[in-house]
């Protein structure tokens, strides 16, 4: 395929994933604020300690078929494999989620705890929309991806005013809008593009496809526990040190690095679907370069104007009994980015269907994460956690960037080593500056100048679109 083909395919999944991410995480976004005027910090904190559980459980109970399922439907045009891929996923996951149910029932009655409806209704929920919206990448049917992000986010919102806002339902409301929209966003999407109806078939066995699904997708089941335990080790230590309200504070931070986070996600899902289609190809090694440096240059762009951006609005945005997130909204950036550039790496092992070679790194970061946390938390406090993460995913990064070179060789160019210089500068502009005067003119400043710095391409599309083409 042509270079141009390559940079034009990358270019529009990007536009796709990012309709679809950027719109729906906006939102996701603005109701960050807008939990902060009606959940207290305490309750937030409690909230989010029970997300991230819930989070970590549906990779677990569904075999992280998400991965395993866009990858084998995405190398396949074959309608009978597709549905063997399909029926042998869901026959695991729903045998997985009803005895996991049964069990929740049953620890529930020795052991009652807070929330549990909302709990198995999110387990239940997310479980099946996380491996339906891969199944729709899967079948080149991106659209209903984009679909399923925007409409779930926007439905979200719009019972979190309800449910939180006017019926004062709190931490109930927040779980019941999150269930209702991805129930109704299924529904209407199976009803649009029925995936149940037209490739589940019970009576389809197929072992062989489905030993291909499990040798794929149970590698990275570690991977997927142990990223989850980088991301959230600390917030328990936190709890356990600190109490809740800390860890609401906290958390408040963490969720306002989704601007970096939306981000990174458009470019990995992009690049997901472009670097397995590109991997088999002789020039691989300059196209991957080529991403790599751009990709790592804008990343740095984005962290520095959103972090400052969000420092000049933040006393608007948020109550003020969250005042303290203040301080580490530049760092919880800062992981993300290195977050990012981890897991651009990762691609490697995808694309060679080598992941049982992530699960070395992972399980090494983790361990060293837990320690520093530990160690580091009872004396710094909210500080320690900052710290053990951008260690533990810094490291990461070098590491996989090393290890993955028997992969694909990336070719460092000046772009990548000014992306550290500009995050260097930014964070003493972040924490040295509080003029917002000052902050806005080196927000437009650095705008312009990264601007300039697009390929030429780029720029003249975008002078284009803006009308500004010359006649």
């Not at 069990?103 to 198995?120: R, S």
Request: positive net charge; aromatic residues 18%.
């Amino acid at each position: 395929m042509p270079k141009r083909s390559k940079e034009k395919d990358f270019l529009i999944n990007i536009l796709i994933y990012g309709i679809g991410n950027i719109g729906s995480k906006a939102i996701a976004f603005l109701l960050v604020p807008f939990y902060t005027y009606y959940i207290t910090p305490e309750d937030f904190g409690t909230y989010d300690i029970y997300l991230g559980f819930i989070f970590l459980l549906i990779p677990i109970l569904t075999f992280d078929f998400r991965d395993g399922v866009f990858r084998l439907l995405l190398e396949t045009r074959n309608t009978r494999k597709r549905t063997e891929i399909i029926t042998n996923a869901y026959r695991i996951i729903f045998r997985n989620l009803l005895i996991s149910i049964l069990l929740a029932c049953v620890v529930y009655l020795f052991y009652p705890f807070q929330y549990f409806p909302e709990v198995i209704g999110m387990l239940l929920v997310v479980s099946v929309n996380e491996v339906h919206v891969q199944i729709y990448r899967g079948l080149d049917r991106n659209r209903y991806y984009v679909y399923t992000g925007i409409f779930s986010t926007l439905l979200t919102g719009l019972f979190s005013i309800l449910l939180v806002a006017v019926l004062h339902w709190g931490v109930h409301g927040i779980f019941w809008s999150f269930i209702i929209s991805r129930v109704a966003v299924l529904m209407g999407l199976e009803y649009k593009m029925p995936v149940f109806r037209r490739y589940i078939i019970p009576k389809v066995k197929a072992p062989l496809v489905r030993r291909e699904l499990l040798s794929y997708s149970l590698p990275l089941l570690p991977s997927v526990v142990c990223w989850w335990i980088l991301s959230f080790a600390g917030r328990l230590v936190v709890l356990h040190f600190l109490g809740s309200e800390a860890n609401g504070i906290y958390a408040v931070a963490s969720k306002l690095a989704i601007i970096l986070g939306t981000l990174a996600l458009v470019i990995y899902q992009a690049w997901q679907d472009t670097a397995i289609k590109q991997y088999h190809t002789p020039d691989r090694d300059v196209f991957f370069s080529q991403i790599f440096n751009n990709y790592i240059f804008y990343l740095a762009v984005v962290l520095v104007l959103s972090s400052l951006g969000l420092k000049i609005f933040f006393s608007w945005l948020i109550a003020p009994q969250y005042a303290d997130s203040f301080y580490y909204i530049y760092p919880c950036f800062l992981a993300e980015f290195f977050y990012a550039m981890a897991a651009f790496f990762d691609l490697g092992y995808q694309c060679s269907k080598q992941t049982r070679r992530i699960l070395p790194s992972i399980y090494v970061m983790t361990a060293l994460n837990i320690l520093l946390n530990i160690l580091l938390v009872p004396r710094w406090e909210l500080v320690g956690v900052v710290i053990a993460s951008l260690v533990s995913y810094g490291l990461l990064f070098v590491y996989r960037a090393y290890d993955t070179r028997r992969y694909f060789h990336i070719v460092w160019k000046p772009s990548a080593y000014l992306a550290f210089v500009i995050l260097l500068v930014g964070g003493g502009i972040y924490y040295c500056i509080s003029s917002p005067w000052l902050l806005w003119l080196f927000v437009c400043g650095f705008g312009v100048v990264s601007f300039f710095y697009l390929p030429e391409k780029i720029r003249t599309r975008i002078k284009s679109t803006l009308g500004y083409e010359k006649k």
